[in-house]
């Protein structure tokens, strides 16, 4: 049964702290993410080695496979853009339609070894990109294709909420 997108604008998490996963923006910024994703991906595999975590909880719900996905797929996009940012003035990121990517990746039918594996190595490449990012870039700038406006500074804040939300989600 496909789930129903999720059509909430997130950009408010950079600005006050998420009261569902208890994220904090002000805690964030490029040159802590890297630690933070890397410390994430142990726990990340612990949920997918869980019997049942292909299991939807409910008809709405993602199964906890189906957040590692997306999860991967965030980390291979966000680093994308980071590189986008910076080295275009004024980058101008395409849309990314997140359910229709979970279709289209198969992510209710994975395996789990194999994601927790692709998990780990795009987790790696993110952290990498961001650890290589400096004071001086963090005001560059990217636009969403629905006109949000990022700093590198805020990217990794919405990039980090995202992450932290969704292990939240699966309780890891």
């Known amino acids: 049964m496909p789930i129903i997108a999720d059509d909430k604008d997130w950009t408010w998490v950079l600005h006050k702290p998420c009261p569902e996963c208890g994220f904090e923006p002000a805690t964030v910024n490029p040159a802590t993410v890297s630690g933070t994703v890397l410390d994430m991906l142990p726990r990340w595999r612990t949920v997918l080695e869980r019997p049942g975590a292909e299991v939807r909880p409910d008809d709405s719900t993602w199964s906890p496979l189906e957040y590692a996905c997306h999860v991967r797929?965030?980390?291979s996009l966000f680093?994308?853009?980071l590189h986008l940012m910076l080295g275009e003035d004024g980058a101008r990121f395409a849309n990314w339609d997140q359910d229709q990517a979970a279709i289209d990746g198969g992510y209710a039918t994975a395996d789990p070894a194999t994601v927790?594996?692709?998990l780990e190595a795009e987790g790696r490449r993110v952290a990498a990109?961001?650890?290589g990012v400096t004071e001086g870039q963090w005001?560059?700038?990217g636009t969403r294709s629905?006109?949000?406006e990022f700093t590198v500074l805020t990217f990794s804040r919405y990039f980090m909420h995202?992450?932290?939300h969704h292990l939240h989600d699966v309780k890891g």
């Open 139 to 141: 005001p560059r700038t």
């Open 146 to 148: 629905n006109g949000s």
């Open 129 to 131: 990109s961001f650890a």
């Open 73 to 75: 797929d965030v980390f």
């Open 79 to 81: 680093e994308q853009r």
């Open 116 to 118: 927790a594996a692709e």
């Open 162 to 164: 995202d992450v932290v």
